[in-house]
């Protein structure tokens, strides 16, 4: 902050004025007082509570924020989140501590936060969370600088002033749709500074902070995925700003992210994952406001770890209870029944059911469409399998895993197949081309045929299987 000359000032005139300074270096953000954070797209919980536990696995995230980075005064800020669910109840907890510091305004707190999810239908999920907080306010007084150290109007330490607060937030997804809202600061609580030797008071009241967010996820390919989103930000009596992001991941291992804030800046960001379990991102963001002028970037670090074998899955549940969520569903009676049998594929079976439709979204698809015509199926495979006995020829014989009509359906099949059982199939269409047969495996001879069908039988694609897999004797067309 530069030095300030002070000749005689009125009661508390000298902190006021350097409380709306410390305004002024803010005026980029129109009075935020929470802090702006640019990996919101990683965790949703830094601004929504009902996002609290709502990942496959627990969760802590450490992040570092300079913004305005050679700016005397400018905003830093330090977050750790840790959040996770409960097995076996579609309840999430979190806390998150923070703090916060702009010029001689300095602010820490913690929170805990609660969240619960209802179940619409297999693909629609809604979700509700609150935080309690306690913040504790501090203006540093003691950071004043002025020609006149020995001027009465000025304090010399550091005041602090403790209030409690709350937020709450809502969460809908529908397939790879989710819409959120939330608000925080609610209570609007007053801090109030003051020295009652010189009677100097100064007021510090908190504003409601609204968040809106939406997002979509587009797999454009085996590996690759595109995430637009847009949060629009809402302070009481003040005109809204948006954020809007575009992400785009490979394999879920490492991923960009170009930003916009609107009437503030830009920026991007890159990250990757190691093991499945550590989180490494960094953001830059430059503004596009006067403040360009002297060059400042805002720098933001954020670290985290995916905590394994948390919150419950499959396997923690019991087998009535594991019966009753997979029931008139013909992959997810599978998925039970080889949880009983085959130990090996515990590992895979280690989710919950709310995990198993938001990554499975295919399946619930492809499950829809099977259960429309299982009858027909079975009359073609009693048409066209090979027998054991039958003679080898030229055309082939080809080891099914699945039959569908439509080439879209096909194809999420193959995905879902490589996915879950790490298993590459390939398309052939029978002659009359009313059905796609997704097979593993083709060969001339019906004995390696069935040699090549027990493998299969054996193996971990088996849950995910259409029906029975089968051995398809081609047709002459």
């Known amino acids: 902050m530069t030095e300030l000359t002070n000749k005689k000032y009125s009661n508390g005139s000298v902190i006021a004025f350097l409380i709306l300074l410390s305004g002024l270096w803010s005026q980029e953000l129109r009075a935020q007082q929470l802090p702006l954070y640019a990996h919101y797209y990683l965790n949703p919980y830094l601004y929504n509570p009902a996002m609290a536990g709502y990942a496959e696995q627990s969760s802590a995230y450490f992040l570092y924020r300079k913004q305005w980075a050679g700016v005397d005064g400018a905003p830093e800020t330090q977050v750790f989140t840790l959040d996770g669910n409960l097995k076996n109840y579609p309840v999430g907890l979190g806390v998150t501590f923070i703090n916060d510091v702009t010029n001689i305004l300095g602010r820490t707190g913690g929170a805990l936060t609660g969240s619960y999810e209802v179940n619409l239908t297999p693909i629609q999920t809604l979700r ?17 600088r002025a020609e006149d150290i020995s001027d009465p109007n000025l304090l010399e330490n550091v005041d602090a002033r403790t209030v409690f607060e709350g937020a709450v937030g809502l969460s809908y997804s529908i397939k790879n749709l989710r819409i959120g809202f939330s608000g925080d600061q609610l209570f609007q609580n007053t801090f109030d500074h003051d020295e009652q030797a010189a009677f100097r008071t100064l007021d510090y009241t908190l504003v409601r902070h609204y968040y809106t967010t939406a997002q979509y996820l587009f797999e454009v390919g085996p590996n690759v995925t595109i995430t ?4 629009i930000r809402t302070i009481q009596g003040l005109k809204s700003q948006y954020d809007g992001y575009v992400k785009v991941g490979y394999k879920d291992f490492i991923w960009t992210n170009l930003m916009y804030r609107h009437d503030i800046g830009a920026g991007a960001s890159l990250g990757f994952k190691l093991d499945d379990q550590y989180v490494f991102s960094y953001a830059y963001e430059f503004p596009t406001t006067d403040l360009n002028i002297v060059g400042s970037s805002t720098h933001e670090f954020m670290l985290g770890i995916k905590i394994r074998g948390g919150s419950g899955g499959i396997s923690n549940i019991s087998q009535d209870q594991a019966k009753e969520l997979m029931e008139n569903s013909v992959y997810q009676e599978k998925i039970d029944a080889l949880a009983q049998q085959n130990e090996q594929v515990s590992n895979q079976l280690s989710r919950t059911e709310r995990q198993l439709r938001t990554q499975n979204q295919e399946i619930e698809r492809l499950r829809e469409v099977v259960e429309t015509y299982q009858s027909d199926l079975k009359k073609t495979i009693e048409e066209l399998q090979a027998k054991p006995d039958d003679i080898d020829q030229l055309q082939g014989y080809y080891v099914v895993v699945g039959a569908l009509h439509k080439m879209e359906n096909a194809k ?3 995905k879902v197949m490589k996915r879950e059982a790490n298993l590459d199939t390939r398309l052939v269409q029978n002659a009359n081309k009313t059905w796609y047969f997704i097979y593993s495996d083709n060969t001339d001879s019906v004995k390696e045929a069935l040699q090549k069908l027990e493998v299969i039988k054996s193996g971990p694609a088996m849950p995910f299987i259409i029906e029975e897999p089968w051995i398809y004797k081609k047709e002459e067309r």
Request: charged content about 15%; proline content about 4%.
């Open 128 to 144: 509700f969370g609150m935080s309690f907080q306690a913040i504790r306010n501090k203006v540093f007084f003691d950071r004043i």
């Open 228 to 231: 637009p989103q847009v949060l």
């Open 412 to 414: 999420i099949f193959q």
